[in-house]
């Protein structure tokens, strides 16, 4: 097990103009910052964009799990720090979205606005994580690659780009360490940040895909309703990638955010 109040020095880019605020762009559980290819240019016209990677995800190390959503909360403060930013704006896919609220309620004088994408602050059952995470490591990415990808696009999209599709496929597989996902399932498996939404301050922006198997609409809803003032913006035709499959309307979302 790793010492959970060591924090780990994360993979990550940070470009665009300098001078320009920064937004954070924290990827989904299995993905990595090709997550954000869609919203690169558009957002990247106005922010300094800061691409990290999480534990054992493109790079970044992997020591033993379990892991704790506060631990991996820790690793962005350190990067944070290590690159002299004080306050940046956040923006995170599911369990990037996870860490966003984490620091939003934790380190509040970090983060300037919210953007909260397909993602929940409480996701049972802890068996099915458990499971996962036991599966990863005994039999390696390949092993729950196409199930864990096929959630995250409708059929249809599905249908339309199966390069992109098979692009995801291929980083869960390639890019990702078993333990380094399996310690992260068992964070999202112990999360529970519920009780600590109320105290969010900053300006925030729920998103959430209609057709969303993994995180649905109203897991985005009760994020909502809990932080003062947040708003809700439900994705037609998107499930758990919705700034993928409907890049265009979530990129204007973030922008007018």
Known sequence: MSDPGASVRLSASLIGPSGAPVLVLGNSLGTTGELWQPQLAALGARFRLLRYEHRGHGGSPAPPGPYTIAGLGADLLRLLDELEIGTAHYCGVSLGGML???????????????????????????QMWADRAALVRSAGMASISQQVVGRWFTPAFAGRHPGTVASFVSTIEEQVVPEGYAGCCEAIAAMDLRPVLGSVTARTLVIAGAEDPATPPWRGALIATAIPG????????????????????VTAALLAA
């Not at 380190?107 to 929940?120: E, N």
């Not at 947040?230 to 309307?249: D, P």
Request: proline letters at 6%.
């Open 100 to 126: 966003g609220m984490w620091l939003a309620a934790n380190a509040p004088a970090r983060i300037g606005a919210l953007a909260l994408c397909c993602t929940s602050a409480h996701l049972p059952p802890t």
């Open 230 to 249: 947040a708003r809700l913006r439900v994705i037609r035709g998107a499930a758990h990638l919705a700034n993928v499959s409907q890049a265009a309307e």
